[in-house]
Each structure stands twice: as structure tokens, then as C-alpha cells.
């Protein structure tokens, strides 16, 4: 109980901040076309330079098409860490937002602040190094200054699979979830694009539940130009107890004239976005049952979905979802008087009041979709400076808070993802200087590094096929070994 007072006195003494709500500010990390600007001049050179002798050795057909988690990279790409322990960093923002979205009991309100989480943490997954590809069975824990608790373990090798579980230490939150990760090099386009397919949950204490699909990202200036990450396509945010769907567009096409005025001209981290009470009979095509499953004690893990096929994970197309938004973006356009307008995190010219407050005298939108679904507040910002729902600010990059989950010291499994052999090695050659004098030493240290790397890719071939039997079976039964598991009865 003590724990719930202090986060509501938090969020009291927060919501007396106001900000100017015309401020269309994005950080200067920002490239001019859009996404985050890579400024390592050294290791971008590394990587073109590698890329470079690898075409002129086997060609570009070594990399199109490939899925990244099959081609084996130089460890001068790499930065000292396991993908699992990078993931975490997409969640910098979970005690701030997850914290209050769990603390409040309007259910719109609570699908904002969860946006709030999932778009001001964007920014976080960008950078220029590729993490070591997890070793199936590798876990990564980790905890927030809260005491929130942070595990993860990969699952799968082939589709490389994680699964994690984020615990509020007075369970106001769960958040779980996870992803197949894919990615491929397309050399035309001169970048690598990779999406994280799968589900992100959050079950609340009051039994709501909240679920998250994600953005795919992609890597530009691959072998030539600026180097930059940005996000594109449509994500979404589900509250299907409440009839709840928030859309967001990334990138609307240019020639799209909306509710925020003229052609949009922006670089691509600008987002519009929606928050509708979907018609009864499009909920009813979303099949949540797949996504769900794996929190389903006596449901098999992968339900009507293969573990191979990861467009069973996929409620909605990300052409689906941008169309929607520019569709509901234009209604509200006609008729702006319909919308709501709650108090937000953020109080544009007020000094007072709070999320709840501003929940509890939020009326009911009038204003339909082009499908008799209800629109009830539109969002726009820039995943590098804001979100704003309604012209309230629930997010600005320069005043709300961050938090790195910080890694577990104490009692560390030997699968922890810091024991990696091929982690420490690189970590080596950080750890040397990289003055003149100690040039030569660190071409050896990298030359370590690199045989460590080859001999754990090798190790794992070897247990893949070691594996190969096992797995179809399991994969025949549903995700289960015959006659191993059974949670029906």
C-alpha cells in the first residue's frame, strides 16, 4: 500500500508541469530524413569496409535476401553485448509510464500512457553496433530502481525466439512477452530492415490487460550515405476487454492531406496516430488467441499458430493499420468538435490536476470512422521529441524521465548472456587503449575475439543438428514433445 501512495503522489506532483503545446520540438540525434543519425565515423567505416571486401569476394548475392541471423559478421560489427541485454533498452521508460498506466482506472487514459511507453522508447533500439546473436537457452536478468524485475531467455534457436517477464515488485504490472526476430539485407535499397515478430503484454492488477504489436526498423546507408536508423510502417495497441484499438502511422505518405494540415513533409519519425472503439465486427476478426496462448497455463504454447509461421502472430497489416489511420485522421478533420479532450500527462497553460482527474471528465467521442467505429482522440509527434494526443502532451523527450534497467550482480546463471565467451572477448578490445602504441595489441585482442566468435557459431551448429529430430516432433504436436507434456488433463 505504501508503494501505491507514493506512485500517486507522483503523479500528482508531476502533472503541475505544462508545456507548450505548439512546441514541435525533436532532438538533435535526429537525421534530416528521418530516424536517428549514426555519429560513430569509425565504427560505420569498420562496417562499410567489411561489407565492401565481402562483395568483392563472394558478391552481393552472399548478403540479399539473407536473413541476418545467418550471416556470420565480423566481430569488429559487435558490440560487447547479447541482443538479449539490448532489448532491455527499449524499455527505458517502463518505470515512468507502466507504473502510472497500472495506477490509473480509465481505460483510454491507460491505452495512452502505454503509447506513451512504446513511442518514447523507440529511440533507444538505435544503434550503429549489431548485438551477438543469443545462444539458445541464454538468459539476461536485470532491475529497475523500483525493484521491477527483468528476465529473459532465449527460447528458440531457428527462428531465433525470446521470451521475457517484467514484474512490478508489488505486481501493479506484468509485462511479457515475445518476439521472433527477422531481418534481411537488401542491397538495393542500401539498408537492412529487421522486425521483432510477436506480442508485448501487460497485465494490470485490476485484471486489464494490454496488448502491444510493434514497428519494423531499418538500418540505411548500408554500404554508402548517412548512416541512420529509423522506424516505419503501423504499430498498434489492443485493449480488447474495453473495445480499444490505438493505430499509429509512421511516415504517412507525403501526398496525405490530414487533420494536422498541408503535405506532410517530415522526416519519417513523425508518426499520426488514432485511438478508436473499433465496430463489433472488426474486433471479431482480430484472433487475439494466438498472441495470448503463451499466458494461458492450460492452452498449448503455440495454438493455431506453427512455431515457424510468424504471420500467425500478425492481428493486422501494416498497410492495414496506416489506412486506417489516415481514414479516421481525415473524419476527425471534419468534424474536430466531436473529439474529446481530456487532460493529459502533461497540462498545456494549466498548473493543476491530475491523470485521473483529467480521465474521470473525459466524454465520450461522437464522432464515427468510416466503418461505425468511434474515434475518440487523435495523436501526432515525432518518436525523437513528443506524443501528443489531442494537443496534450503525454510525452517529451526532454523532461521525462529514463531509466537503464540496471543488470543483476548477485547469484548469475551460467547461461547469464555477460558469460559469453565471445562478449567478454570483445569487451577486451574496448577495454585497450586505442593510442598508436597500442595499435598492435589490439588487432591481436580482435583477432582473439574473432576465433572465440567462430568457435561459438560452430558450437552451435553442431547442437542445432543434435536438435533437428527432437524439434520436428515437437513442432508436429503443437509445440509439445510426445508424450512428454501434457497440460489438458
Not at 27 to 47: C, K, L, P, Y
Not at 231 to 236: D, N, P, R, W
Not at 289 to 313: E, F, H, I, R, V
Request: charged content about 25%; glycine content about 8%; proline content about 5%.
Amino acid at each position: 500500500m505504501e508503494s501505491e501512495k507514493t506512485a500517486i503522489m507522483s503523479l500528482r506532483s508531476f502533472d503541475t508541469r505544462s508545456f507548450d503545446n505548439s512546441d514541435d520540438f525533436r532532438h538533435s540525434m535526429g537525421s534530416s530524413g528521418g530516424g536517428v543519425a549514426i555519429t560513430d565515423g569509425d565504427m560505420a567505416e569498420r562496417q562499410k569496409s567489411f561489407i565492401a571486401r565481402t562483395l568483392r569476394t563472394v558478391g552481393s548475392k552472399f548478403f540479399e535476401g539473407k536473413p541476418l541471423t545467418e550471416l556470420s559478421l565480423h566481430v569488429s560489427v559487435f558490440q560487447p553485448r547479447s541482443f538479449l541485454e539490448k532489448l532491455v533498452d527499449d524499455w527505458d521508460y517502463g518505470p515512468y509510464y507502466l507504473t502510472r498506466a497500472a495506477m490509473e482506472k480509465n481505460p483510454l487514459q491507460r491505452v495512452k500512457l502505454v503509447a506513451a511507453f512504446v513511442i518514447a522508447g523507440l529511440h533507444g533500439s538505435a544503434s550503429l553496433s549489431k548485438p551477438f546473436n543469443p545462444i539458445l537457452g541464454e538468459t539476461y536478468s536485470a532491475k529497475w530502481k523500483d525493484g521491477t524485475s527483468v528476465y529473459l531467455e532465449q527460447t528458440n534457436h531457428h527462428p531465433p525466439v525470446t521470451h521475457w517477464l517484467v514484474r512490478h515488485p508489488e505486481d501493479l504490472y506484468t509485462f511479457m512477452g515475445f518476439g521472433m526476430f527477422s531481418g534481411k539485407v537488401n542491397m538495393l535499397e542500401n539498408c537492412v530492415r529487421t522486425r521483432r515478430n510477436g506480442v508485448n503484454i501487460v497485465d494490470f492488477q485490476d485484471g486489464g490487460r494490454v496488448v502491444i504489436l510493434m514497428p519494423y526498423m531499418a538500418l540505411r546507408g548500408l554500404l554508402f550515405g548517412e548512416r541512420r536508423v529509423e522506424f516505419l510502417g503501423g504499430f498498434s495497441i489492443y485493449d480488447q476487454k474495453n473495445d480499444l484499438v490505438a493505430d499509429f502511422a509512421l511516415n504517412v505518405d507525403p501526398k496525405f492531406l490530414g487533420i494536422f494540415g498541408g503535405a506532410n513533409s517530415k522526416p519519417t519519425d513523425y508518426f499520426r496516430g488514432v485511438v478508436y472503439k473499433p465496430s463489433s465486427a472488426k474486433f471479431q476478426k482480430m484472433d487475439f488467441s494466438g498472441l495470448t496462448a503463451a499466458t494461458d497455463q492450460k492452452a498449448s504454447p503455440y495454438m493455431n499458430s506453427s512455431l515457424l509461421d510468424t504471420k500467425g502472430l500478425e492481428l493486422r497489416t501494416d498497410s492495414d493499420i496506416v489506412s486506417t489511420v489516415k481514414a479516421f485522421t481525415k473524419e476527425a478533420e471534419k468534424k474536430p468538435s466531436g473529439l474529446s479532450r481530456p487532460s493529459g500527462l502533461f497540462r498545456g497553460g494549466s498548473k493543476s490536476g491530475s491523470v485521473s482527474k483529467g480521465a474521470s471528465k473525459a466524454a465520450p467521442a461522437k464522432l464515427k470512422g468510416t466503418d461505425d467505429s468511434r474515434v475518440l482522440c487523435v495523436a501526432q509527434g515525432t518518436y525523437l521529441g513528443y506524443l501528443d494526443f489531442d494537443q496534450e502532451r503525454y510525452w517529451d523527450i526532454r523532461d521525462c524521465p529514463a531509466e537503464r534497467a540496471q543488470p543483476e550482480t548477485h547469484d548469475l546463471l551460467p547461461t547469464d548472456a555477460r558469460m559469453r565467451r565471445d562478449v567478454q572477448a570483445l569487451q577486451a578490445v574496448l577495454d585497450c587503449s586505442d593510442t598508436p602504441e597500442y595499435k598492435e595489441e589490439r588487432e591481436k585482442l580482435f583477432d582473439k575475439a574473432q576465433v572465440v566468435k567462430e568457435e561459438l557459431e560452430k558450437r552451435q551448429r553442431a547442437d542445432k543438428k543434435l536438435r533437428e529430430g527432437p524439434e520436428k516432433a515437437s513442432i508436429k504436436n503443437n509445440g509439445f514433445f510426445p508424450n512428454q507434456l501434457d497440460l489438458h488433463s
